[in-house]
Nanobody
Framework: QVQLVESGGGLVQAGGSLRLSCAAS????????IGWFRQAPGKEREFVAT????????YYADSVKGRFTISRDNAKNTVYLQMNSLKPEDTALYYC????????????????????WGQGTQVTVSS
């Protein structure tokens, strides 16, 4: 029943910032682990970040560590991805996903750990 809808993507210059939102409707995602993934043309889907159901624990891919911040507001059923210091290599279609997998597990850093996905929001970073 749960649906995830991403928003906030767009075109930004290198060094700029964007804040992506992942809003849940229907069944609440408050007890779900949430992950952000991205996929560029011709590339495999890549893990970006994950956050525990409580919002107290996070994990990031090395490629975005120190630049991106994942957070969640369970009262609003929304997860955010704040992206700073954007680089052209960050250009991709960004997806949020929900699953019951423990955030700290290896599965939570893979598509295998999630069974509900949004439709994606495009992020394009120009050089």
């Amino acid at each position: 029943q749960v649906q995830l809808v991403e928003s906030g993507g767009g075109l930004v210059q290198a060094g700029g910032s964007l804040r992506l939102s992942c809003a849940a409707s229907g069944r609440t995602t408050s007890t779900y682990t949430i992950g952000w993934f991205r996929q560029a043309p011709g590339k495999e889907r890549e893990f970006v970040a994950t956050i525990s159901w409580s919002g107290g624990s996070t994990y990031y891919a090395d490629s975005v560590k120190g630049r991106f911040t994942i957070s969640r507001d369970n009262a609003k059923n929304t997860v955010y991805l704040q992206m700073n210091s954007l680089k052209p290599e960050d250009t991709a279609l960004y997806y949020c996903a929900a699953g019951r997998t423990y955030y700290g597990s290896s599965a939570a850093r893979s598509s295998e750990g999630y069974d509900r996905w949004g439709q994606g929001t495009q992020v394009t970073v120009s050089s």
